[in-house]
C-alpha cells in the first residue's frame, strides 16, 4: 500500500464500529479522532471540507453528543476549525502562517540539536535505533499510516536527549500542529524514503558527535512538508505550482 484510501479508511472505521457499538465511549471518540487525523494528514480531508455531524455519526457509529465532543477534540488538536454558518471544516493555513510554524518549528529543533550531549552512548541510541528499524519497515512496506506514527514516535525519542522537559513539550506542540501541513510530503513514497535516510543520519550524526551536521539535518528535515503544502494551496488557488 502506497497511500491510504477513503474506501480503506471507512472500512477500518466499520470494523471498529462492530467493536466499540453503540459508540459512545472515550475509546470510540479517540480512535475515530485518530483516524481523521491521518485522513486530513495524507490529504483524504483537503484543507476547507466541511465534516458534517450526520455523516460522522453514520461512519463511526457514534452519537450525536460524541460527534461534537470528537469536533471539539479536533479542534483542540488543531486540525479543524468551526465556522459560524458554515460547522466544522477542516483547517487551511494561510502560506505566512505556515512559514512562520516552520520558523518557529526551527529555532526550537536546531537548539534542542545543539543542547544534546555527544557524542551519545550507544546504550542511549538504541532505543532510537529500534524505532528507526519499525520506520524502515513501514516504508519499505509502503503503509503510509504506520510510517506517520512511527515517524512521531523516533521524534520523540529523538528528543528525549535533551535534558529540558519544557523544550521537549514545545517541540511536540508546535510539530502536532504542524500535522495537518504535512499531507503533501508524507502521502509521498519518495518523500518517506528520504525522511528513512535523513533519520539514519541522524543517529549517524548523535554517535559521532557531529553537532554541526545534526543541526543541519533537523534544519532541513522539516523543508519539504512545508514546501510540499505550499505548493498544493497554490495549486487549488490557480497558481503556479
Not at 491510504?4 to 459508540?23: F, L, V, Y
Request: hydrophobic share 45%; glycine share 6%; with cysteine.
Amino acid at each position: 500500500m502506497d497511500r491510504p484510501t477513503r474506501a480503506g479508511t471507512h472500512a477500518q472505521a466499520a470494523q471498529g464500529n462492530q467493536d466499540d457499538a453503540p459508540g459512545s465511549g472515550a475509546d470510540a471518540l479517540q480512535a475515530a479522532a485518530a483516524i481523521l487525523e491521518e485522513d486530513i494528514v495524507f490529504g483524504l480531508l483537503s484543507p476547507r471540507e466541511r465534516l458534517v455531524e450526520d455523516d460522522l455519526m453514520a461512519r463511526f457509529g457514534l452519537k450525536r453528543h460524541v460527534v461534537r465532543q470528537l469536533l471539539v477534540t479536533l479542534e483542540g488538536m488543531g486540525v479543524v476549525e468551526r465556522k459560524r454558518n458554515i460547522g466544522a471544516v477542516v483547517r487551511a493555513f494561510p502560506a505566512r502562517e505556515v512559514m512562520e510554524l516552520y520558523a518557529l518549528r526551527e529555532v526550537l529543533e536546531a537548539h534542542a540539536a545543539s543542547l544534546i550531549a555527544l557524542p551519545v552512548p550507544p546504550v542511549r541510541l538504541q532505543a532510537l535505533v529500534s524505532v528507526q528499524q519499525e520506520h524502515d519497515a513501514a516504508v519499505a512496506a509502503g503503509d503510509a499510516r504506520a510510517v506517520f506514527r512511527i515517524n512521531q514516535r523516533f521524534h520523540r525519542e529523538l528528543f528525549a536527549l535533551v535534558d529540558n522537559a519544557v523544550l521537549r513539550q514545545a517541540i511536540e506542540e508546535y510539530a502536532r500542529r504542524a500535522h495537518p501541513i504535512r499531507f503533501g510530503s508524507l502521502a509521498a513514497a519518495g518523500y518517506r524514503e528520504r525522511a528513512r535516510q535523513e533519520h539514519w543520519a541522524m543517529i549517524e550524526a548523535l554517535r559521532e558527535g557531529r553537532r554541526e551536521a545534526l543541526i543541519a539535518l533537523c534544519r532541513n528535515h522539516l523543508l519539504p512538508s512545508r514546501d510540499a503544502y505550499l505548493a498544493a494551496e497554490r495549486e487549488r488557488a490557480g497558481g503556479p505550482a
